[in-house]
């Protein structure tokens, strides 16, 4: 099975924190994925990668970046972290994009509250 | 860009009544999932579907490409499939998620 795991359920920081939230996943995935999600709002994609050291901004990147230096970790960075950006934050993973069978697979989530 | 819509968006069932959720999608797509979220968070994968029909157990999922849409079967629904369901789409690369159908499924 696959598994993709996040660093931390629930996590609480300050405005102007910088904070890094940690995906990995254990099925050698080309593509990560980070969405946020929101009541109303859905699931909306920040960020995604397709290889080591790429990455594609998505719908919502404003504020965010990302770093993938290993195949099986993508991190996603607040600089300077806001209250707009308390959300629940989605990590998923994908074979590849060639591939004719891409199925998506997430991780558990991270709440982070910004204070 | 792509534009992804569930319908219903709530749903109140009682326990071991059937359902049918709908998801449309506006333009064609090389892969369309279904997820279920549970109450913790966690998106559960259900179908992967982008063409054809599929069962497990009481869900099933068809999805037509060339019309554009995807239905998801639930049948003798049980409390334990309250939550939300999502379909996924990825029309190139980037996967689009639709709003959700929220189900409650009551004794």
């Known amino acids: 099975d696959v598994k993709v795991t996040q660093s931390s359920r629930y996590l609480v920081k300050r405005t102007g924190e910088k904070v890094f939230l940690e995906c990995v996943q254990d099925?050698?995935?080309?593509?990560m994925f980070w969405y946020r999600q929101d009541p109303g709002l859905g699931l909306r994609l920040i960020y995604f990668s397709y290889d080591v050291k790429m990455k594609e901004k998505g719908d919502i990147p404003e504020g965010y970046s990302v770093s993938r230096e290993k195949k099986e970790r993508f991190s996603l960075i607040l600089e300077s972290a806001s209250t707009n950006q308390t959300s629940m934050y989605l990590c998923?993973?994908?074979?590849?994009?060639?591939?004719?069978?891409?199925?998506?697979?997430f991780g558990p989530g991270t709440r982070l509250t910004v204070l | 860009g792509i534009q992804v819509e569930q319908s219903p968006p709530d749903l109140i069932l009682q326990e071991g009544a059937n359902s049918t959720l709908q998801c449309n999608f506006s333009?064609?797509?090389?892969?369309l999932q279904w997820f279920h979220q549970n109450p913790w968070g966690q998106l559960i994968n259900l179908f992967y579907?982008?063409?054809g029909t599929k069962q497990n157990g009481r869900l099933s999922a068809t999805t037509v490409a060339t019309e554009r849409y995807s239905l998801l079967y639930i049948s003798s629904s049980q409390t334990t499939d309250s939550g939300v369901y999502f379909c996924a789409v990825e029309p190139h690369q980037k996967v689009t998620f639709g709003t959700g159908t929220k189900l409650q499924v009551i004794p």
């Open positions: 998923a993973s994908s074979l590849q994009f060639e591939s004719s069978y891409n199925e998506q697979f």
């Open positions: 099925m050698d995935h080309e593509n």
């Open positions: 333009d064609s797509v090389n892969n």
């Open positions: 579907i982008p063409s």
